[in-house]
């Protein structure tokens, strides 16, 4: 990265003119690895009109733009891509819905103040303490499913992946299972308001559900207020112990209100991506069936190969040169993670999956930098388990014939579901 000292006023863009910005389709799933294998190759940074993006594909400018806040603020990763309309705007307005900057979204002071405060609890120490719980939530999905030897096809996405992190979130959080379908609901929603390309009418429905679920989390906050309990929501009031200038009551809100994201539907979409890769490519699922040592690098390779966040954002605070284009101040830049996992100035063979891949850790799925996911290790274990235990259960499961119909979002990228058969009884 270069900052242009020479100009500080905002200068025009100027950029090699190429052919990929007029093909991506920043919604769709169809070929976004070819196109991205092409911009590292041909246009490295290009500019996508439809959303008004300059489109990041290198992992050393990806890792250069997150690695310095000060130029490249988070302030727009959460602002929607598809602008709200005036109805959901004034919907919002006399809903009450007052979700502010916290974590992925918020710029230093601030985000160190929150940061420190919710790494207290959301730390490698405290998930690994959860490992039990984690094996008895997973344990009881699985027991749910038919034993192998069942004819019928399974849809692992509906039956396991889609609320087993919930599950494991809400211990977290201190919210019951109960609740589990409703908010699952309210963040598809949501994600799609985020980061989908939703019409006016679509738009509006979603956020009837955005608003219900940001008073939802006021709720619980309020509810742990006047009933301190043993949760992520009452250490942070806890924290606050009274003080606006520690953490606001809204600010916990929008803490809640965030993790409520972050912390279930990632894991969702990369548990069907994972297996997915692995029985596309099933010489890793029997590799990981004979020498299950390798699952843990092959949490790394799924993330690398797949990940669920495929792009992510930040604005340009001054003017700036990246991949040989210069960039005025305040462009919204969309950085390729899942390009920079298929770099091939750092992974050889990077289309190749390989769950014994040496440097399959190098990924930057969970990003780079100060906003690096606080949730890493945990994602990373609730994978590891369900690998674990469908490996050793299902030894000789593999993908059913299907033609796979993704969420359709800038950012996250998942399956709507993962058809599998479960293998022969006497495997
Ligand atoms: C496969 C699963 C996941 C992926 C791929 C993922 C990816 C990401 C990415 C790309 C970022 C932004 C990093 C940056 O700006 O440099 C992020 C931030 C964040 N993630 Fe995750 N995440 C996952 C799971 C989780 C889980 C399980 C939790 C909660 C327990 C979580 C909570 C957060 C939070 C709170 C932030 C904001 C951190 C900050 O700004 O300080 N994520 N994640």
Known sequence: MTTLDSNPTTQPATCPAGSVGAEYDPFGAQRTYELFARARREEPVFYCPEIDYWVISRRRDVLDVLRNPDVYSAQITLSPVTPFSGAVTELFQQGGFSAQPVQSNCDRPDHTRIREISAQILSAANYAALEPDIRRIAAEFLQRLPPAGSAQPVDLLKSVFYEFPAHVLFLILGIPDADVPKIKAWADNRLLMTFGRLDEQQQLRCAEDM?????????????????????????????????????????????????????????????????????????????????????????????????????????????????????????????????????????????????????????????????????????????????????????????????????????????????????????
């Open 211 to 427: 608003l219900a679920y940001w008073h939802y989390c006021e709720d619980l906050v309020a509810d742990r207020a006047a009933n301190l309990r043993d949760d992520y929501p009452s250490h942070l009031l806890r924290a606050r112990n009274g003080d606006d200038r520690v953490m606001s009551i809204n600010e916990i809100v929008s803490v809640v209100f965030g993790l409520l994201l972050a912390g279930h539907e990632t894991t969702t979409n990369l548990s069907a991506n994972a297996f997915r890769s692995m029985l596309t490519y099933p010489e890793n699922w029997r590799a990981i069936c004979a020498e299950p040592e390798l699952i843990a690098n092959a949490v790394e390779e799924a993330l690398r190969f797949n990940t669920s966040v495929i792009c992510w954002r930040r604005k340009t605070l001054q003017d700036v040169q990246i991949g040989g284009c210069n960039i005025p101040a305040g462009s919204n830049l969309l950085l390729g993670l899942a390009s920079a996992n298929h770099d091939e100035e750092e992974f050889e063979a990077p289309e190749r999956f390989d769950v014994r891949r040496r440097n399959a850790r190098r990924h930057i799925s969970f990003g780079s930098g100060i906003h690096f996911c606080i949730g890493a290790p945990l994602a990373r274990l609730e994978l590891k388990v369900l690998l674990e235990m469908f490996s050793q259960r299902y030894p000789d499961m593999s993908l059913a014939p299907q033609s796979f119909e993704m969420i359709e979002t800038v950012a996250f990228r998942g399956p709507k579901a993962l058809w599998v058969n479960l293998g022969p009884a006497d495997a």
